[in-house]
């Protein structure tokens, strides 16, 4: 089955710096790949999504990119804002997978202002 | 449109209570998952269904029971709760086309003492 890898658990960044999240996959058949934001006893929320046959999407100060040849793909935050602070999901969707996603662990990012 | 509902937000039981968490969906979606979440282990999922009348196992299923008999509510029930399943449960939803994003309820945290 798939397997997701995301890394670092934990990210600390300065208000108006760059964050970076990167998740692996390990199923080459995999062509969804959505990005989860869950604030502090919230419920996850999808906010922003990548298809295989994409290499980039851009939604505001947020951005994912896909590398399908050594498979992986990363969100990117840009001009952080202490609202930013949250724990990131990425998932991943394989044909195989009867609609399933696999969930990377998470990354808590913290904006310090 | 209401969403993804559970109910209820907050339960506290003794080991070896049972109870049900309940979830419906009014989007007429035809996929319907439960995850829990732990501290450091993401999004961990029990039991999924595809549709009315199916439903298969996840990566923890163990102590859980699912059923699906319409195709907006998806009950997930504890038969003898232990300390172990201690936690924040998810419902999700989606339509079934698996590139499609999970919209998620707002959780249910449950604590067995």
């Known amino acids: 089955g798939e397997n997701v890898e995301q890394h670092p658990s934990t990210l600390s960044v300065q208000e108006g710096d760059s964050a970076v999240i990167k998740c692996t996959y390990s199923d080459s058949a995999s062509n969804y790949f959505p990005w989860y934001k869950q604030e502090l006893g919230k419920r996850p929320q999808l906010i922003i999504d990548i298809r295989s046959n994409v290499g980039e999407k851009k939604d505001q100060r947020i951005a994912v990119t896909l590398n399908k040849t050594a498979k992986h793909f990363s969100l990117h935050i840009t001009e952080t804002q202490p609202e930013d602070s949250a724990v990131y999901f990425c998932?991943?969707?394989?044909?195989?997978?009867?609609?399933?996603?696999?969930f990377g662990r998470g990354t808590s990012l913290i904006v310090h202002p | 449109n209401a969403g993804v509902t559970q109910t209820p937000k907050f339960q506290v039981l003794k080991t070896g209570q049972s109870m049900t968490l309940q979830c419906a969906q009014d989007?007429?979606?035809?996929?319907m998952s439960w995850y829990r979440q732990d501290p450091g282990m993401g999004l961990r999922l029990i039991h999924y269904?595809?549709?009315?009348?199916?439903?298969d196992q996840g990566e923890v299923p163990n102590g859980y029971n699912v059923s699906r008999s319409t195709t907006e509510d998806f009950p997930l029930r504890l038969l003898s709760a232990a300390p172990s399943q201690t936690s924040v449960y998810f419902c999700?939803?989606?339509?079934?086309?698996?590139?499609?994003?999970?919209?998620f309820g707002n959780g249910t945290r449950l604590t067995v003492t």
């Open positions: 998932a991943a969707h394989s044909p195989g997978g009867s609609y399933i996603p696999t």
């Open positions: 989007m007429n979606h035809e996929y």
């Open positions: 999700a939803s989606s339509p079934g086309q698996y590139n499609s994003p999970l919209h």
């Open positions: 269904s595809v549709g009315a009348g199916i439903t």
